[in-house]
């Protein structure tokens, strides 16, 4: 039984460490929801997504998570961003550049925005 307590104690200061490490890790997540005019995604929105992943992991800034639509929202992600207000910056400089028509949010969490049902 005292072997049993202390390895569970081993796990637990062990875990605990690794927590702790963890701890300084000031990554977070940046989201984009667009409004767009069909239920679904179209190549165009695929197309922009290529555009921005393209600026974001060239300057490391953070990786592509993942896409996906619904409800007239498209809605794409990056994890591992370093300096949010830098990231949404570059989106937003990237959007008036290319897209000045585009209806979007950029936030640190996903949003139900423009989806209709």
Do not use: C
């Not at 290529?50 to 600026?55: F, K, P």
């Not at 639509?69 to 990231?87: L, R, T, V």
């Amino acid at each position: 039984m005292k072997k049993l307590l202390a390895l569970i104690l081993g796990y637990l200061i062990a875990a605990s460490s690794a927590i702790a490490d963890d701890s300084g890790d000031l990554t977070s997540e940046l989201w984009v929801m667009i409004k767009i005019d069909t239920p679904f995604r179209t190549q165009n929105e695929i197309e922009l997504v290529e555009v921005v992943t393209s600026a974001i992991e060239s300057k490391g800034s953070g990786e592509l998570d993942g896409h996906s639509s619904g409800g007239f929202q498209f809605e794409f992600n990056y994890y591992g961003i370093k300096d949010y207000e830098a990231a949404k910056n570059m989106l937003e400089e990237i959007f008036q550049k290319n897209y000045p028509e585009l209806t979007y949010t950029i936030s640190n969490e996903y949003q139900v925005k423009y989806e209709k049902l």
